[in-house]
């Protein structure tokens, strides 16, 4: 039996949308309110789903307390109330996109979950705005 399994959870961050490859006129016009010198925040919500066969022993596809630890520890621990720009280490070359972000937390828990389980988060920035990415 092929089932997903899917667990939320949520952070706070501050980040500033900014490419210094561009003028300070191109980055207003490109990121507008985003591209802020002194950075804003949100209230990210995350859903993170696995995909794969159910083990006929367990009933499991996966462990939910292991899966609430994985994000716990990759994405909590290391996103939640920082300022992506400057205290993470990948968007120091990454410009912190909702698209990069949810880029950064798959590869983090791609790293932790059986390689033979299909993974994708949604991450919401606002209630409106979401991106997914599945590693493709």
Known sequence: MRITV???AHFNAAHRLHNPDLTPQENAAVFGKCNNEFFHG???ELIVHVEGEVDPKTGYLMDMKVLKDY???EVEDYLDHKNL???VVEFKT????AEHIAYVI???LRSVINKNLELK???YETPRN???YNGK
């Open 106 to 108: 798959w590869n983090r």
């Open 121 to 123: 988060v949604t991450l």
């Open 94 to 97: 990454l410009n912190p996109t």
């Open 42 to 44: 949100h209230n990210y």
């Open 71 to 73: 994000i716990k520890t």
């Open 85 to 87: 720009n400057i205290q």
């Open 130 to 132: 979401y991106v997914e």
């Open 6 to 8: 899917c667990r939320k």
